[in-house]
């Protein structure tokens, strides 16, 4: 599960995670992880369908039998998503990155 960091979020060791960031708080209990919820710090995250995103269209036909939504991709074994998509792991990590930036949040600024 993917959470969008909602408030400046201390992950201890691991920093401060920004606003508008996702996370999938492994590091956390599932209690924690409700706390979270519950005061609004983090929110499940809510993503598209990977093909509706720009230049997804196919990659997504190709991945559908394993995933449908951008998160569950982000969430993926990259072995698979290399596998499914015939390019190596090394293209999987750009390829997240590519739809990981589609869904963070960048604050305004000024």
Known sequence: MLYRVLSNLDAGKRGIIPVGELTDLHWLSPEKKQILLDVGAVSELQSPPLGVLPGWKNR???????????????????????????????????????????????????
Do not use: H, Q, W, Y
Not at 60 to 86: P, Q, V, W, Y
Not at 92 to 102: D, G, M, P, Q, W
């Open 60 to 110: 997504a036909k190709r991945l559908a039998s394993a995933c449908g939504t951008a998160a569950d991709f982000l969430e993926m074994d990259d072995g698979l998503a290399a596998e499914l998509l015939k390019v190596s792991i090394d293209a999987v990590a750009e390829l997240k990155a590519n739809v990981r930036s589609f869904l963070v949040i960048k604050p305004a600024t000024g």
